[in-house]
Nanobody
Framework: QVQLVESGGGLVQAGGSLRLSCAAS????????MGWFRQAPGKEREFVAA????????LYADSVKGRFTISRDNAKNSMYLQMNSLKPEDTANYYC????????????????WGQGTQVTVSS
């Protein structure tokens, strides 16, 4: 199985940047599509970005397109989310997830989940 640990969250002012990291264990990491999701208290989890197993295909939610960049380094068993031009509405707990099958925007397609890292953007 795959274990995922997020890091890099914190407090930042609107317009600032953060880089989230997701470290994965397991020998099958490179076979998994990966995704980032976020959830604020009392709200449903929403898709942020996803990347194929090879890194050749990426998907972004309209709300973050042009501001966020997802990437991965299979040699390091790591995935990243570079977040620029942050807005207060980006405030949420961010989760990384792994899909053994295919890149997707729905959480149901992801089998493995990290514990989350909090991102708070002040206005």
């Amino acid at each position: 199985q795959v274990q995922l640990v997020e890091s890099g969250g914190g407090l930042v002012q609107a317009g600032g940047s953060l880089r989230l990291s997701c470290a994965a264990s397991g020998r099958t990491f490179s076979n998994n599509a990966m995704g980032w999701f976020r959830q604020a208290p009392g709200k449903e989890r929403e898709f942020v970005a996803a990347i194929s197993s090879s890194g050749g295909t990426t998907l972004y939610a309209d709300s973050v397109k042009g501001r966020f960049t997802i990437s991965r380094d299979n040699a390091k068993n790591s995935m990243y989310l570079q977040m620029n031009s942050l807005k207060p509405e980006d405030t949420a707990n961010y989760y990384c997830a792994a899909s053994p099958f295919t890149i997707a925007t729905m959480g149901i397609n992801y089998t493995y989940w990290g514990q989350g890292t909090q991102v708070t953007v002040s206005s």
